[in-house]
């Protein structure tokens, strides 16, 4: 998806935030890419800057940034990633990007990259399930998804 049609998508679901956030630098793109040694898709990045835009129900973690930077206030993808590894439990390859507020997240695939489908995992059993087959795919069920958490 282009980032025009990730704005459509967000803007029929979502209220704006009243001041926005600062949106992830490039270079705070590469090293969370390089922390994780992959690439992410190129609809994420655009997701997760659209962000600093609107409000979410639940976590949309942050990438890290500069101290300095403006942001939502939720904790970053690093830092649920090595919480939920000290828990023991959490899978190597998963990166957590949204806590929906019960234990359960989204996370994308380390290993399918710039092409990871959206896993949903929760915290009942710690199963692991395919949620969407892209980035993209996810954003396009969010209505559907939004309404039944209301």
């Known amino acids: 998806m282009t980032k025009q049609e990730i704005e459509a998508a967000l803007q029929a679901v979502l209220e704006t935030e009243p001041t926005p956030f600062d949106p992830p630098s490039p270079s705070e793109w590469q090293a ?24 979410f129900p639940g976590d949309i973690y942050n990438v890290p940034q500069a101290p300095d930077a403006k942001t939502n206030g939720n904790d970053t993808i690093v830092t649920i990633y090595q919480s939920e590894k000290n828990l023991g439990s959490w899978p190597d390859h998963l990166l957590p990007f949204y806590g929906i507020g019960n234990g359960d997240y989204f996370a994308l695939d380390t290993r399918e990259g710039d092409k990871s489908a ?4 929760s915290h009942t059993d710690g199963s692991v399930a395919r949620y969407a087959e892209s980035f993209g795919a996810w954003i396009n069920k969010l209505p559907d998804f939004l309404n039944g958490i209301d």
Request: charged content about 25%; proline content about 4%.
């Open 118 to 121: 959206v896993y949903f995992r």
């Open 32 to 55: 969370l890419e390089s922390r994780f040694s992959t690439t992410l898709p190129t609809d994420f990045k655009h997701f997760i800057e659209l962000m600093s835009r609107y409000s």
